[in-house]
Each structure stands twice: as structure tokens, then as C-alpha cells.
């Protein structure tokens, strides 16, 4: 792996254009200019890292497009120490942004073989604080709840009971959600007394939130 000058400008052309699409936050900003999406992709794919399209990786999944990334981590109103969990841990890039933005981070895949690939991948790295989890998100991690914030980037046709049990009083749910081909992207807090308020920012394409492992 490697990361030259000319991927570092790519990564500043991916920058400019995610400001231009209107995502402000700095944390977020730095997080794409320090990570080389390029070691997320196929090598021969590595061009594909710095354009603002989806792409696929192994095991029929794909790694986000960079934009839902950025949206849906500004929806999260990461803080400094909070404890994220995340729902498909897939490439790996979304848990490293967050953890590049000073969050404790939870991830969880179905798919062994994507999830050993992955696992290793992090720590070669250099991202090998984040904690990777095997299992079934439907789940989420009873051993290390409860979470500041729980993001899921499958798209889920239900609001899964066990994550919202999961969230701290207070914390922050980004769940895109819908039946069919389009989930629209919702921002659950969930309030002091238990009770949620649910807000919607938009339609999004994911693959689906499947039940059980693989
Ligand atoms: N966050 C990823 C995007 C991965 S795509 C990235 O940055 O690359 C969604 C991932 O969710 C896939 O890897 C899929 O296998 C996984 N997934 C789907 N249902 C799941 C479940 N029930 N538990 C854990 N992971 C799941």
C-alpha cells in the first residue's frame, strides 16, 4: 500500500467536493484528507477511491459512497471520546473516520470473510483500536453498551428494538430505513425519558440489513 502526492491531491479534490455539497464539519473534513480511501478498494480500483460513487467490494458489498459517509457521520454529532457502535463494518472506512475524529469505536459484520479480511486490514493500518465484532447487528454488543451513538449502514426495514435498547439516554441512532430499494435516512435521539424523536434527511440507497450471520 501506498499513498502518494498525487492520491493526497485526489483526496483534496474529494474534499472540495464534499464542501461543495455542503458538509462543514472539519472533524469529518480532515478525516477524508488524512485516510487513504485508495487501500479500501481493489488496487487495480484505487482510482474509483476518490470519486463520490459507491463501489464494491467483497462479498457482494459495497463501500459507501463518500458523501452518505460524510452525511451520515455530520448526522451523528460525533464528540471527542463518545462510544460509537456500527452496524456492517463492510470495508472498514466509515469506522475509521469516526475513530479519526477521537471516537471509541464498536464495529460489527455478518460476513466472516469480509469481517477476517477487515479485521486484519485495520491493523495493518494502523486503525487496530477499533474493536471488531463478528456477529449479527440485529444484536448490536450487549458486552460494551450502552453507546453515545449507533450508526447503521444496511438498509434496515424495521427500527432493530435491541440497538435502541443499546443507546445511552440522550444518544443518537442514524438508521437508514425503508422497505424496498430506498430507505430514507433517519436521525433517532432518544430522549432522557426513554421516548424517541425521529427526524428524516432524505432518501438513500443501501444493501440490506440481513438478520443472522453469514
Ligand atoms: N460501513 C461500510 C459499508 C458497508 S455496506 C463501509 O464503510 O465500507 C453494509 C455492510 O453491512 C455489509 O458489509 C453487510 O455485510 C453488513 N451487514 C448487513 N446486515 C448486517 C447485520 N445484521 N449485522 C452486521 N452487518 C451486517
Request: aromatic content about 10%; overall charge positive.
Amino acid at each position: 500500500m501506498i499513498d502518494t502526492h498525487r492520491h493526497r491531491g485526489l483526496r483534496q479534490q474529494l474534499v472540495n467536493e464534499l464542501k461543495s455539497k455542503g458538509i462543514k464539519n472539519e472533524l469529518i473534513l480532515s478525516a477524508f484528507m488524512d485516510i487513504p480511501r485508495h487501500y479500501f478498494l481493489e488496487k487495480t480500483f484505487a482510482d474509483w477511491a476518490y470519486k463520490d460513487v459507491a463501489f464494491p467490494i467483497d462479498a457482494d458489498q459495497t463501500i459507501s459512497q463518500p458523501y452518505t459517509v460524510a452525511m451520515q457521520t455530520t448526522l451523528l454529532d460525533i464528540k471527542k471520546g463518545d462510544k460509537v457502535l456500527e452496524i456492517g463494518t463492510g470495508s472498514g472506512f466509515q469506522a475509521c473516520v469516526l475513530s479519526h475524529m477521537g471516537a471509541k469505536v464498536y464495529t460489527i459484520e455478518r460476513q466472516k470473510k469480509l469481517f477476517d479480511k477487515t479485521e486484519k486490514f485495520l491493523h495493518d493500518i494502523g486503525f487496530g483500536n477499533i474493536r471488531t465484532l463478528y456477529g449479527d447487528g440485529y444484536e448490536g454488543a450487549p458486552r460494551f453498551a450502552p453507546f453515545d451513538k449507533i450508526l447503521i449502514t444496511a438498509g434496515a426495514s424495521e427500527i432493530p428494538v435491541k440497538l435502541i435498547e443499546q443507546l445511552k439516554p440522550g444518544g443518537i441512532m442514524v438508521i437508514p430505513l425503508g422497505q424496498g430499494d430506498l430507505q430514507k435516512m433517519l436521525k433517532i435521539t432518544k430522549n432522557e425519558d426513554g421516548s424517541l424523536k425521529k427526524e428524516n434527511f432524505g432518501n438513500y440507497r443501501f444493501v440490506p440489513f440481513l438478520k443472522g450471520v453469514n
